[in-house]
Protein backbone atom coordinates (compact mmCIF):
# COMPACT_ATOMS: atom_id res chain seq x y z
CA UNK A 1 0.00 0.00 0.00
CA UNK A 2 1.38 3.19 -0.96
CA UNK A 3 1.11 5.84 1.42
CA UNK A 4 0.62 9.85 0.77
CA UNK A 5 3.52 11.71 -1.08
CA UNK A 6 4.28 15.27 -1.34
CA UNK A 7 6.08 17.24 -3.64
CA UNK A 8 8.60 19.09 -3.95
CA UNK A 9 9.91 18.90 0.29
CA UNK A 10 10.91 22.72 0.71
CA UNK A 11 10.30 25.71 -1.36
CA UNK A 12 11.29 29.04 -1.16
CA UNK A 13 9.27 31.79 -2.90
CA UNK A 14 9.73 36.11 -2.55
CA UNK A 15 6.43 37.64 -1.93
CA UNK A 16 3.98 38.33 -4.84
CA UNK A 17 5.21 35.08 -6.61
CA UNK A 18 2.62 32.08 -7.44
CA UNK A 19 3.37 28.59 -6.08
CA UNK A 20 2.06 25.14 -6.89
CA UNK A 21 2.27 22.10 -4.61
CA UNK A 22 1.35 18.18 -5.43
CA UNK A 23 0.04 15.54 -3.44
CA UNK A 24 -0.58 11.60 -4.26
CA UNK A 25 -3.46 9.99 -2.56
CA UNK A 26 -2.95 6.91 -0.68
CA UNK A 27 -4.11 4.02 -2.68
CA UNK A 28 -7.66 3.41 -2.43
CA UNK A 29 -8.48 6.57 -1.33
CA UNK A 30 -10.84 9.27 -3.10
CA UNK A 31 -10.55 12.57 -1.36
CA UNK A 32 -7.75 14.58 -0.48
CA UNK A 33 -7.71 17.71 2.36
CA UNK A 34 -5.37 20.27 2.34
CA UNK A 35 -4.23 21.69 6.01
CA UNK A 36 -1.58 24.91 6.31
CA UNK A 37 0.24 24.35 9.51
CA UNK A 38 2.16 27.41 10.73
CA UNK A 39 4.94 27.08 13.22
CA UNK A 40 3.79 26.46 16.96
CA UNK A 41 0.39 26.06 15.96
CA UNK A 42 -1.93 22.88 15.00
CA UNK A 43 -2.79 22.49 11.07
CA UNK A 44 -5.78 24.70 9.42
CA UNK A 45 -8.07 22.95 7.41
CA UNK A 46 -7.81 24.64 3.87
CA UNK A 47 -10.41 22.85 1.54
CA UNK A 48 -10.86 18.89 0.55
CA UNK A 49 -11.56 17.64 -3.23
CA UNK A 50 -13.49 14.94 -3.81
CA UNK A 51 -14.55 13.48 -7.64
CA UNK A 52 -12.32 16.34 -8.77
CA UNK A 53 -14.71 18.70 -6.63
CA UNK A 54 -13.67 21.20 -4.17
CA UNK A 55 -16.51 20.30 -1.24
CA UNK A 56 -15.26 21.95 1.38
CA UNK A 57 -13.27 25.00 2.20
CA UNK A 58 -11.81 27.10 5.43
CA UNK A 59 -11.38 30.46 6.24
CA UNK A 60 -8.90 31.39 3.39
CA UNK A 61 -8.98 33.23 0.66
CA UNK A 62 -9.75 32.62 -3.07
CA UNK A 63 -5.55 33.05 -3.79
CA UNK A 64 -5.63 29.28 -2.50
CA UNK A 65 -7.21 27.07 -4.95
CA UNK A 66 -6.86 23.67 -5.67
CA UNK A 67 -7.15 20.71 -8.79
CA UNK A 68 -7.80 17.22 -8.02
CA UNK A 69 -7.30 14.89 -11.28
CA UNK A 70 -8.90 11.76 -12.08
CA UNK A 71 -6.38 9.56 -10.41
CA UNK A 72 -6.85 11.83 -7.64
CA UNK A 73 -4.01 13.48 -6.86
CA UNK A 74 -4.77 16.80 -6.48
CA UNK A 75 -2.66 20.05 -6.23
CA UNK A 76 -3.08 23.44 -3.83
CA UNK A 77 -1.94 26.93 -6.29
CA UNK A 78 -1.83 30.00 -3.98
CA UNK A 79 -1.43 33.01 -5.74
CA UNK A 80 0.18 36.56 -4.50
CA UNK A 81 2.66 34.66 -1.93
CA UNK A 82 2.06 37.25 1.35
CA UNK A 83 4.80 36.20 3.78
CA UNK A 84 2.24 34.95 6.26
CA UNK A 85 1.90 31.90 3.75
CA UNK A 86 5.56 30.72 5.14
CA UNK A 87 4.22 27.02 6.62
CA UNK A 88 4.09 23.37 6.11
CA UNK A 89 1.38 22.15 3.50
CA UNK A 90 0.17 18.92 4.26
CA UNK A 91 -2.13 17.32 2.44
CA UNK A 92 -4.43 14.32 3.93
CA UNK A 93 -6.34 11.41 2.35
CA UNK A 94 -9.25 9.51 3.04
CA UNK A 95 -11.67 6.71 1.24
CA UNK A 96 -13.84 9.53 0.12
CA UNK A 97 -17.73 10.54 1.58
CA UNK A 98 -19.30 8.19 4.02
CA UNK A 99 -15.75 6.92 4.94
CA UNK A 100 -14.10 7.33 8.49
CA UNK A 101 -13.20 10.66 9.56
CA UNK A 102 -9.38 9.02 9.68
CA UNK A 103 -7.34 10.85 7.73
CA UNK A 104 -3.61 9.61 6.41
CA UNK A 105 -0.89 12.44 6.30
CA UNK A 106 1.81 12.88 3.75
CA UNK A 107 5.31 14.34 4.42
CA UNK A 108 4.32 18.06 3.91
CA UNK A 109 5.80 20.47 1.95
CA UNK A 110 7.69 23.89 3.72
CA UNK A 111 6.90 26.55 2.16
CA UNK A 112 9.06 29.64 3.10
CA UNK A 113 7.90 33.34 1.75
CA UNK A 114 10.75 36.08 1.66
CA UNK B 1 -16.77 27.81 14.99
CA UNK B 2 -15.25 24.93 15.79
CA UNK B 3 -12.84 24.90 18.89
CA UNK B 4 -10.29 22.88 20.21
CA UNK B 5 -7.87 23.35 22.73
CA UNK B 6 -5.42 20.99 24.03
CA UNK B 7 -3.46 21.00 27.56
CA UNK B 8 -0.79 21.29 28.84
CA UNK B 9 1.43 23.05 25.80
CA UNK B 10 4.32 21.47 26.85
CA UNK B 11 5.54 18.58 28.98
CA UNK B 12 8.92 16.87 29.84
CA UNK B 13 9.43 14.02 31.63
CA UNK B 14 11.37 11.69 32.10
CA UNK B 15 11.46 7.69 30.75
CA UNK B 16 9.49 5.76 32.89
CA UNK B 17 7.12 8.30 33.76
CA UNK B 18 3.06 8.30 32.69
CA UNK B 19 1.67 11.32 30.83
CA UNK B 20 -1.83 12.58 30.85
CA UNK B 21 -2.72 14.57 27.72
CA UNK B 22 -6.00 16.88 27.66
CA UNK B 23 -8.02 17.86 24.75
CA UNK B 24 -11.28 19.84 25.00
CA UNK B 25 -13.26 20.36 22.33
CA UNK B 26 -16.78 22.44 20.91
CA UNK B 27 -17.97 21.59 17.80
CA UNK B 28 -21.28 21.43 15.64
CA UNK B 29 -22.62 17.85 15.48
CA UNK B 30 -20.03 16.28 16.85
CA UNK B 31 -18.98 12.96 14.93
CA UNK B 32 -15.71 12.13 15.88
CA UNK B 33 -12.05 12.67 17.77
CA UNK B 34 -8.53 12.03 16.38
CA UNK B 35 -5.41 11.52 18.20
CA UNK B 36 -2.13 12.29 15.79
CA UNK B 37 1.69 11.86 16.48
CA UNK B 38 3.43 14.64 14.87
CA UNK B 39 7.44 13.47 14.99
CA UNK B 40 8.86 15.64 11.74
CA UNK B 41 6.66 16.34 8.93
CA UNK B 42 3.75 13.88 8.53
CA UNK B 43 1.12 13.51 11.58
CA UNK B 44 0.62 9.87 11.86
CA UNK B 45 -2.51 8.66 12.89
CA UNK B 46 -2.71 7.24 16.90
CA UNK B 47 -6.56 7.03 17.84
CA UNK B 48 -10.33 8.01 16.56
CA UNK B 49 -12.90 7.85 19.29
CA UNK B 50 -16.80 8.14 17.94
CA UNK B 51 -19.95 7.65 20.37
CA UNK B 52 -19.79 3.87 19.63
CA UNK B 53 -16.39 3.59 20.71
CA UNK B 54 -15.25 5.77 23.49
CA UNK B 55 -12.34 3.95 24.36
CA UNK B 56 -9.49 2.97 22.62
CA UNK B 57 -6.25 1.07 23.57
CA UNK B 58 -2.40 0.09 21.92
CA UNK B 59 0.19 -0.58 23.64
CA UNK B 60 1.47 1.55 26.19
CA UNK B 61 -1.00 4.08 24.84
CA UNK B 62 -4.84 4.72 25.40
CA UNK B 63 -7.53 7.32 24.93
CA UNK B 64 -10.83 7.74 26.41
CA UNK B 65 -13.66 10.55 24.95
CA UNK B 66 -16.10 11.73 27.67
CA UNK B 67 -18.51 13.00 25.80
CA UNK B 68 -20.97 14.49 28.78
CA UNK B 69 -17.26 16.60 29.28
CA UNK B 70 -16.40 17.30 25.37
CA UNK B 71 -13.20 16.18 26.15
CA UNK B 72 -10.26 13.66 25.66
CA UNK B 73 -7.32 12.28 27.37
CA UNK B 74 -4.13 10.57 25.89
CA UNK B 75 -1.92 8.58 28.11
CA UNK B 76 1.13 6.79 27.54
CA UNK B 77 2.51 4.77 29.94
CA UNK B 78 6.25 4.20 30.91
CA UNK B 79 7.11 7.01 28.44
CA UNK B 80 10.46 6.13 26.34
CA UNK B 81 12.72 9.13 23.96
CA UNK B 82 10.77 7.65 21.30
CA UNK B 83 7.91 9.32 22.71
CA UNK B 84 9.08 12.70 22.23
CA UNK B 85 6.29 14.26 19.68
CA UNK B 86 4.03 17.05 19.42
CA UNK B 87 0.61 15.15 19.90
CA UNK B 88 -2.71 16.88 17.97
CA UNK B 89 -6.02 16.16 18.77
CA UNK B 90 -8.53 17.29 16.03
CA UNK B 91 -12.57 16.76 15.49
CA UNK B 92 -15.02 16.01 12.99
CA UNK B 93 -18.44 17.30 12.89
CA UNK B 94 -20.70 15.33 10.82
CA UNK B 95 -21.56 18.58 8.88
CA UNK B 96 -18.34 19.75 8.36
CA UNK B 97 -17.52 17.02 5.06
CA UNK B 98 -14.31 15.54 6.57
CA UNK B 99 -12.98 18.88 8.05
CA UNK B 100 -10.82 18.61 11.08
CA UNK B 101 -10.13 21.15 13.07
CA UNK B 102 -6.92 20.76 15.34
CA UNK B 103 -5.76 22.25 18.45
CA UNK B 104 -2.25 23.67 18.72
CA UNK B 105 -0.69 20.60 20.09
CA UNK B 106 1.17 19.04 23.12
CA UNK B 107 4.76 18.98 22.62
CA UNK B 108 6.24 15.91 24.99
CA UNK B 109 10.02 15.80 25.16
CA UNK B 110 10.69 12.58 27.30
CA UNK B 111 14.57 12.72 28.65
CA UNK B 112 16.79 9.16 29.50
Known amino acids: ETGVTQSPTHLIKTRGQQVTLRCSSQ?????VSWYQQALGQGPQFIFQ???????GRGNFPPRFSGLQFPNYSSELNVNALELDDSALYLC?????????????FGPGTRLTVL | EDKVVQSPLSLVVHEGDTVTLNCSYE??????LLWYKQEKKAPTFLFMLTSSGIEKKSGRLSSILDKKELSSILNITATQTGDSAIYLC????????????FGQGTILTVHP
Open chain 1, 92 to 104: ASRGGVGSTDTQY
Open chain 1, 27 to 31: SGHNT
Open chain 2, 90 to 101: AVGGATSYGKLT
Open chain 2, 27 to 32: VTNFRS
Open chain 1, 49 to 55: YYREEEN
